[in-house]
């Protein structure tokens, strides 16, 4: 059996947010197929004081073409020591561990989340930051770069994989799997729309202030807003009656098993496409964009639980409008199963 190295920058272990989620799912499919190591680029850094290493990422960033997020994870760890015959491939879980493996011959396969470059300004919020340190420039080179090295590409998104094969001729599109698991619904008078995500990524925290200031006031229905995720305890809703905080979920059931309809009208992110899958997963009627649907569901039809609205009045009319959803659940498409096969078609394509 071949030997992989899964080289990731966080540990696999609750809680998971949609990034993680989607690793961990393409982990565990790895292991079925392949002996597969495991290498955590925070557990390796020479220094391990926070600080300090931040300090000395900036540094380096000031003097180097790397983006300093992918210094910020990559740099400063131990050497990884490798011989050709070691790992058939490493899986680089993020473009931000690639600067682990810079001079190390052995092919990798790269887990595309984002096109990080289009993140940067939200990831990375200060100005002078981004100016001292062109982030979404550099960046944008370096992904580019990343992609053309890499051995094969697997990404969340079909628009992104469009420009990543600009640059790859192996890149695959592989959706995010969940456990096959059943909800049981909690019962309720009236419907319930529902948002999961933490208050400090702030697309959430935009998206969250835009349906409650924008969008909510101007709808005719009685409704309940279900809020979850780490972080909302410290907003002031106050003015609204509307919303009933989850607050942290150790097991995302207890979201799905309360909400009637996702609202996902996040502009961007891996995050967004993750929960629209899982939304889907368990049943749940969607509402979201056109750029989140054409991110999951490319050119292919959408299914009957996945409703657009582009515009807050069109969100606004919608919710207005729809009746209470059935409970749909999905064909097995963000089953772990089915992550499984699109990854040994994926084999056969880098393999060839």
Request: proline share 4%.
């Amino acid at each position: 059996m071949d030997r992989l190295l899964f080289l990731t920058t966080v540990e696999f272990r609750p809680p998971y947010n949609g990034g993680t989620t989607y690793s961990h799912g393409i982990y565990n499919c790895l292991t079925e197929k392949f002996n597969v190591d495991v290498l955590i680029l925070k557990e390796h850094r020479v220094i391990q004081n926070l600080f300090l290493h931040k300090f000395l990422t900036s540094i380096r960033g000031l003097v180097s073409r790397t983006p300093l997020n992918v210094i910020f994870h990559s740099a400063g760890i131990r050497n990884i020591n490798l011989t050709q015959t070691n790992y058939k491939y490493i899986i680089v879980d993020h473009i931000e561990a690639l600067g682990a493996i810079n001079g190390i011959d052995t092919p990798y396969v790269l887990i595309a989340h984002n096109l990080e470059y289009t993140l940067s300004k939200d990831k990375i919020r200060n100005r002078f930051v981004h100016s001292v340190f062109q982030l979404s420039d550099r960046l944008k080179r370096y992904e580019h770069n990343g992609f053309a090295n890499a051995k094969g590409v697997i990404c969340i998104s079909a628009s992104e994989a469009v420009e990543i094969s600009i640059f790859s001729d192996s890149v695959m599109q592989i959706l995010p799997s969940f456990p096959d698991k059943e909800i049981i619904k909690v019962n309720c008078e009236k419907i319930r729309f529902g948002f999961m995500g933490p208050a400090n990524w702030l697309p959430n925290a935009r998206t969250v202030k835009m349906l409650i200031s924008t969008v909510f006031p101007n709808v005719g229905r009685d409704f309940d807003f279900i809020l979850a995720g780490a972080g909302w305890e410290t907003h002031d809703f106050s003015h609204t009656k509307k919303i009933r905080l989850l607050g942290f979920v150790e097991d995302t059931r207890e979201f799905w098993e309360n909400v009637d309809i996702l609202l996902a009208p996040t502009d961007q992110g891996a995050g967004v496409n993750v929960k629209i899958c899982e939304a889907l997963h368990y049943g749940v009627t969607v509402i979201t964009n056109t750029r989140s649907a054409d991110a999951i569901f490319g050119e292919n039809p959408l299914p009957d639980n996945v409703l657009i609205a582009d515009t807050n009045q069109e969100l606004r009319e919608l919710l207005d409008r729809i009746k209470l959803p059935e409970v749909k659940r999905d064909n097995g498409k963000y089953s772990q199963k089915y992550m499984g096969e699109k990854l040994v078609d994926f084999w056969k394509m880098v393999d060839n």
